[in-house]
């Protein structure tokens, strides 16, 4: 069964960054597409950024500039590096194989202003 564990959220002042990282077992994950997404309090899941198994990168319009999706393959990892944090950053980020239904738990990242 494949699981999905983020960590490296945190509270973070506006300006500032984070790192996330997202631990994929399985076997999937090589062959997988995989997102990064979050929710906000009542608001829908909304993604923030994918990356192909070769790389290729997708990222929202909000994030554009500000945000970093890379994989490593031989570790069945994915990161996401977010600078220059805004408040409205804030939510519970996940990571997630595209086109499966697998989510793991999130983690939470909160910006002050």
């Known amino acids: 069964q494949v699981q999905l564990v983020e960590s490296g959220g945190g509270l973070v002042q506006a300006g500032g960054s984070l790192s996330l990282s997202c631990a994929a077992s399985?076997?999937?994950?090589?062959?997988?597409?995989m997102g990064w997404y979050r929710q906000a309090p009542e608001k829908q899941r909304e993604l923030v950024a994918t990356?192909?198994?070769?790389?290729?990168?997708n990222y929202a319009d909000s994030v554009k500039g500000r945000f970093t999706i890379s994989r490593d393959n031989a570790k069945n990892m994915v990161y996401l590096q977010m600078n220059s944090l805004e408040p409205e950053d804030t939510a519970v980020y996940y990571c997630?194989?595209?086109?499966?239904?697998?989510w793991g738990q999130g983690t939470q990242v909160t910006v002050s202003s």
């Open positions: 399985g076997s999937i994950f090589s062959i997988r597409a």
């Open positions: 990356i192909t198994n070769g790389g290729r990168t």
């Open positions: 997630h194989p595209i086109g499966t239904t697998m």
